[in-house]
């Protein structure tokens, strides 16, 4: 057997893994030169989907040098992993850190007439330095993955961070600490006025973590808010001089000022749910001037209240977003509606049972109605219809009567 062959392929195969392995880790060593740069990327928010309503955020480490020049971006995640849904739905899903170049991407950002901004941060050639060897090592497989938070810990947070962390005691933002008169939730709707469905959505979802009134440094977990408040901070340099930490910003690509699109009137959630509002009131009362309750109304309203009920109670206690605890809209989206309405509403109820039901049912709406704070008038609508349901069942009760109403 000719051993030379084996033991020259061998060797050669060292060699490719060592050339590999040299390449991979040499960018984490590689040392900056002083004309490098760290600027902060920030994209404006966009209507393609609406994970770009809110913006993004990234930070770029170029040297002219060096030839280096790199992008890192917090909000990646792969749509083909397993369970990308129910992972998505309950806040496990991974994101990570992916790196490429500004230029890379532009084309994207243009097609889909978002901004494109550049601040270039006053570093020392230490933070700087320090920054990109905590970017690199971040990049590494085993540490590129995190656990998205939207509030908490997401794409301009995280560089945010980073930031902060490679500047040390030696940096100062002034809103950092100073209350913004808003919540998490109102920062959120500010951005959502175009999208009301998807408003609407996330708003019945959250809760009251939702409405925490925020500072300065939490409220930066919106990209255009991260860009602002640097644009004041502040950098004390090694002799003590105080500089602004932002030395200068461009405009790499500029959006086009477009009309902003309408949602159609008639697909306007809050046109849709008072319409339907009316209509069932107007049913309603219709049906109980001559003497009637009807039982597939209530259990068609009450059943539909009660499964999404039962949607919003498992985005609480069987997800890890953090913000959906504690939710109000519960209190009248009651998740024991479905099954509940059916022994409430059965051929053999007594008014009794028909009035202990709807009587809680209806401290519980207006308990809610009180709480939440989901924007628009369906928060409104869709609870009223309900407690008009609820008083015509409770009706044969306080006339006297102790039989039901005759139902169909």
């Not at 209240?305 to 009248?332: E, K, Q």
Request: aromatic fraction near 12%.
């Amino acid at each position: 057997m000719n051993r030379k062959p084996v033991a020259t392929r061998f060797l050669s195969f060292l060699l490719v893994v060592h050339c590999l392995l040299f390449t991979f880790y040499s960018s984490i060593a590689q040392t900056l030169s002083p004309s490098a740069q760290a600027s902060l990327i920030t994209y404006g928010p966009g209507d393609d989907d609406i994970s770009s309503s809110f913006g993004h955020t990234e930070i770029r480490i170029y040297d002219p040098v060096t030839g280096l020049d790199r992008d890192y971006s917090y909000g990646g995640f792969d749509y083909n992993a397993d369970s990308f849904v129910l992972k998505f739905l309950r806040g496990t899903l991974p994101y990570n850190l992916t790196v490429h170049s500004l230029y890379q991407v532009i084309y994207y950002y243009q097609q889909t007439n978002r901004s494109i901004r550049e601040q270039q941060l006053n570093l020392s050639p230490t933070q700087r330095q320090r920054l990109f060897a905590d970017l690199e090592a971040n990049y590494l497989p085993q540490n590129r993955e995190y656990r998205y938070k939207f509030y908490y810990d997401n794409c301009s947070t995280r560089p945010r961070d980073m930031i902060v962390k490679a500047c040390g005691d030696s940096l100062t933002i002034p809103s950092r600490a100073q209350m913004t008169g808003k919540s998490y939730r109102d920062w959120m709707n500010d951005y959502l006025g175009g999208k009301p469905w998807s408003q609407l959505v996330m708003n019945l979802a959250i809760g009251k973590p939702a409405d925490e009134q925020t500072d300065g440094w939490q409220a930066m977990y919106l990209p255009d808010q991260l860009h602002d408040q640097l644009a004041h901070a502040l950098l004390r340099q090694a002799n003590g001089q105080i500089v602004p930490l932002v030395g200068g910003e461009r405009t790499v690509l500029s959006a086009q000022k477009t009309f902003r699109k309408q949602v159609s009137l008639l697909l306007d959630p809050d046109v849709i749910f008072t319409i339907l509002g009316i209509v069932v009131v107007v049913f309603t009362i219709r049906r109980y001037k001559l003497g009637r309750v009807d039982r597939w109304l209530d259990l068609l309203l009450f059943s539909f209240t009660g499964f999404w009920g039962w949607i919003l109670f498992l985005l609480w206690v069987a997800t890890d977003h953090g913000v959906t605890a504690w939710n109000p809209t519960l209190l009248y989206m009651m998740p024991l509606h479905l099954p509940l309405i059916y022994w409430a509403t059965g051929l053999m109820a007594t008014a009794r049972r028909r009035t202990l039901y709807f009587g809680i049912t209806s401290v519980l709406i207006l308990l809610g109605m009180i709480l939440s704070k989901v924007p628009g008038g369906v928060d409104v609508v869709f609870p009223l219809m309900l407690l008009v349901r609820c008083i015509v069942n409770m009706q044969p009760v306080r006339q006297g009567r102790q039989t039901p109403m005759r139902v169909a």
